[in-house]
């Protein structure tokens, strides 16, 4: 869709604004809980509510999330101050926001896409307070044709990061693997949720058009209300089309704030672009400058949880022969690289590591991933080492995940009890003293007596052995019998 012919001549140029709200136990600057879906009203305090001699006080440990951030995308982590952006909007009792303005904490990152390696440029990343919910009843649900309006301070005051991509994103499609990334980063160094469906990651997006080559940024809109990836994909497209049907007629784009309507695919002005000296910023009298000095953006990073590129990294380390990245990828964003790198750590051959938990493991992801890790790599193990049948395999990890429990203590409730090497090496070998016939033809390169054996011994056991035990204890016999 982004070629040349696609947009008549013209190209996209898309900016990213993407609001996440910090994992912090408490508010940005009071200690009301930070908690989603709670009954309205109930976590506000005189802070948060911005009432009459309050003051606030720094979330230390959202500082050092938004340090995470800016480390993780390579930003330059700075000293920084908050300043007041003033507008008056009922979900905001003090009619500002605390933000940071002309000196944030992170400035001059990058975000890699991982398909093709695109580096996107980070302009800064910086601390906010989210404000409250209204809900506007009656009506479309927006405030103009509704009865009435309902507010929950519950969000007001909530640590936020905005992060500003540069204008560097030329489809729709990089849009949605920069949010996608992003958001799987934002969750990887635990700084974030980052849950569309639940308003922790918010995006929106910033879009132009420019004839292709031209060096020159065009008008841009920026549209909001992008709650999904399928959203923000859709409303890009819808954009960029509406932005070359004017200016491919000689008409121009007016800079607006644009409102994208999920029902009818499309998207609608809601006001013209507000400047920034609309905001009439200044400095936050009540708090201090943040003095990050350099030993502590040191010890930030030295216990930086690792990136989802980290992650894929070293998977992929621990195989000898190239591996199907996209699978890697597909394990690494679903959270069960801890699953499969344990295996391997355990002595588990990392072709079966990965292809047990591609194909057992993600068929359950949410119960995979309060499998203890350990746990699962002495399950792998045991099918490794022929304790196991592959069936057997699957049902104990099917118990696992159902009720938790040790991978021996399942089989052997199971009747999977764990057959010796050494006991499915006799009961070979008086099947095969019982079969003399069969025993010379398979001897004389009759191959697919294999199965033959297989089946008296597995008759024996009632299904217990392994058929790949069997076979290795019937040519460890046909050697020696040469
Ligand atoms: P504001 O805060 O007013 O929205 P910023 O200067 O912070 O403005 O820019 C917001 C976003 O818009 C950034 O992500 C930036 O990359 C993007 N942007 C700026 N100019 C353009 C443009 N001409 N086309 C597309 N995106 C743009
Ligand atoms: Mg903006
Ligand atoms: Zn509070």
Same mark, same amino acid.
């Given at each position: 869709m982004s070629d040349l012919a696609g947009y008549r001549g013209y190209e996209p140029v898309i900016g990213l604004e993407v609001h996440c709200e910090l994992d912090t136990v408490t508010k940005m600057f009071c200690g009301c809980p930070n908690s989603? @879906?709670?009954?309205? %009203?109930? %976590?506000?305090c005189p802070v948060c509510l911005a009432l009459p001699g309050s003051l606030p006080v720094v979330n230390e440990m959202a500082v050092e999330f938004a340090a995470r951030i800016g480390l993780a995308l390579h930003c330059e982590v700075r000293p920084s101050i908050f300043h007041r952006k003033n507008y008056f909007y009922p979900d905001m009792p003090k009619d500002y926001q605390i933000s940071q303005y002309d000196e944030p904490i992170n400035v001059n990152g990058w975000l890699e896409l991982p398909a093709s390696g695109v580096r996107i440029g980070i302009e800064r990343a910086h601390m906010e307070e989210d404000t409250g919910k209204t809900t506007h009843v009656g009506g479309g649900g927006r405030i103009h044709d509704s009865s009435f309006s309902l507010v929950d301070y519950n969000r007001a005051g909530v640590p936020l990061v905005e992060i500003v991509s540069r204008p560097d994103i030329r489809s729709s499609e990089q849009a949605r693997q920069y949010v996608s990334e992003l958001r799987m980063l934002l969750v990887s160094i635990g700084a974030s949720k980052a849950r569309m469906e639940e308003g922790s990651l918010r995006v929106d997006a910033n879009v132009s058009v420019r004839p292709t080559g031209s060096g020159v940024l065009g008008t841009r809109c920026e549209i909001k209300n992008l709650n999904s990836l399928r959203s923000l994909v859709r409303a890009i497209e819808y954009e960029i089309e509406r932005q070359v049907d004017l200016v491919s007629t000689g008409q121009v784009v007016v800079q607006q704030t644009r409102h994208w309507d999920e029902a009818g695919g499309r998207t609608i002005a809601l006001r013209s672009k507000e400047e920034a000296?609309? /905001?009439? /910023?200044?400095?936050?009298?009540d708090l201090v400058r943040l003095d990050f000095d350099s030993d502590r953006v040191a010890r930030i990073a030295g216990a930086l949880p690792p990136t989802p590129e980290q992650r894929r990294a070293r998977i992929i380390s621990l195989f000898d022969a190239p591996t199907g990245t996209d699978l890697v990828a597909t394990i690494v964003e679903m959270g069960l690289d801890v699953l499969v790198i344990s295996a391997i750590e355990h002595g588990v051959v990392p072709e079966r590591a990965l292809s047990r938990t591609a194909n057992e493991a993600a068929a359950r992801v949410e119960d995979a991933l309060n499998l203890d890790p350990g746990l699962y790599a002495r399950l792998l193990m045991m099918e490794q080492e022929g304790k196991l049948t592959p069936t057997q395999t699957k049902a104990v990890l099917q118990a696992m995940m159902d009720s938790g429990g040790e991978p021996e203590s399942i089989a052997s409730t199971m009747g999977f009890e764990a057959m010796d090497s050494e006991v499915v090496a006799d009961l070979v070998s008086g099947i095969v003293d019982a079969n003399p016939d069969e025993w010379q033809r398979y001897r004389d390169g009759? @191959?697919?007596l294999a199965q033959f054996f297989v089946g008296q011994v597995m008759k024996a056991t009632r299904g217990k052995a392994s058929g790949k035990e069997v076979i290795a204890a019937l040519d460890r016999l046909k050697a020696g019998a040469k």
């Open positions: 989603f @879906g709670d009954a309205p %009203n109930t %976590n506000i000296h609309d /905001y009439r /910023y200044f400095p936050e009298p009759e @191959g697919k």
